[in-house]
C-alpha cells in the first residue's frame, strides 16, 4: 500500500516532522509555502504516518466541502487545479487527494507568511528541510510537481534537487516580460528524457487566483501526462 520511498522518509524522520497529507502514491506533487493550522503537524506529522503503515491502514482522502471551511483558501485552489487536470466536474466534495500529495516547504506553522519569515530561527530550518526532506528520493519520485511556494525556493535549488532544466524563456503564464511571481507560472523540464519530470514554480496558491490562470496550468499538466508513456494514465 504504502511505497518504499515513503516508508524509507517516514522511518528516518523524526516524530514530530510534518510529512504531508493525500495519496503517498500519487503521480503529482503540491509543495506549498506552509501550513496555517499548528495542529496539522500533529495530524500529519511521521508519528501518523508509521501508525499508519504499521496497521497498513489506508487514509480516508475525500471531504465534503463545508460553509463554515472559510479559512481553506488553498485547499480550494488545489481542488479546482485538480479539476481541471482530470477535467473534472466540481462536486461538493475535495477529493484532489486522491491523485495528488501534498506538503509544505517550511514545516513550522503560520496564519500569514510574513509571521512564518520574521522568526529567528526561520532561514535555517527552511535549508535544513531542503537540504533533507525535500531532498528526500520520495519527493523526487512524482513525476510532476507543483512548487506554489515562490520565493521559498530558487531555480538553482530545485533544479538540483529535481534535475531538471531552469528555462527563464520557457512557458510562463501570462506570457509578458513580467518577473513577478503572481498569477505566473514557469515550467521545467527534466534533462534525461527516460523519467520524464515537470517542475511548475509560481506562487503560493491561496488568495485571488484566476480561473484562467488554473485553467492553463491544469492543460500543461494533463497533457504533460498524457504524452508521457512512462507514467501510468489509468485516472486520466
Not at 138 to 163: G, M, R, W
Not at 207 to 224: A, C, H, N, P, Q
Request: charged letters at 30%; glycine letters at 4%.
Amino acid at each position: 500500500m504504502y511505497n518504499e520511498n515513503f516508508r524509507k522518509l517516514v522511518e528516518e524522520c523524526s516524530n514530530d516532522t510534518y510529512i504531508g497529507r493525500g495519496n503517498p502514491n500519487a503521480k503529482i506533487l503540491f509543495v506549498g509555502q506552509e501550513y496555517s493550522k499548528p495542529n496539522e503537524n500533529a495530524e500529519f506529522d511521521a508519528k501518523y504516518w508509521k501508525d499508519k503503515i504499521a496497521k497498513n491502514e489506508r487514509v480516508y482522502l475525500k471531504h465534503l466541502k463545508r460553509k463554515e471551511d472559510k479559512g481553506q483558501h488553498t485547499w480550494k485552489i488545489y481542488q479546482k487545479l485538480y479539476d481541471f487536470i482530470f477535467e473534472k466536474e466540481s462536486t461538493n466534495e475535495f477529493d484532489f487527494e486522491e491523485e495528488v500529495f501534498t506538503t509544505e516547504m517550511n514545516d513550522n506553522p503560520a496564519l500569514k507568511n510574513i509571521d512564518a519569515q520574521k522568526r529567528k530561527d526561520f532561514k535555517i530550518n527552511l535549508q535544513n528541510r531542503k537540504n533533507t526532506f525535500i531532498n528526500s528520493d520520495f519527493i523526487k519520485q512524482f513525476p510532476v510537481v507543483v512548487l506554489a511556494c515562490s520565493h521559498y525556493i530558487t531555480p538553482n535549488e530545485f533544479c538540483e534537487i529535481f534535475d531538471v532544466e531552469f528555462l527563464p524563456q520557457g512557458k510562463k503564464y501570462p506570457n509578458d516580460d513580467s518577473n513577478s511571481m503572481t498569477n505566473h507560472f514557469w515550467t521545467h523540464y527534466n534533462k534525461n528524457g527516460n523519467e520524464p519530470k515537470l517542475v511548475i514554480h509560481t506562487q503560493q496558491l491561496s488568495g485571488y487566483i484566476s480561473k484562467d490562470f488554473l485553467e492553463t496550468m491544469g492543460k500543461v499538466i494533463r497533457e504533460f501526462l498524457q504524452n508521457n508513456t512512462t507514467i501510468s494514465k489509468e485516472s486520466l
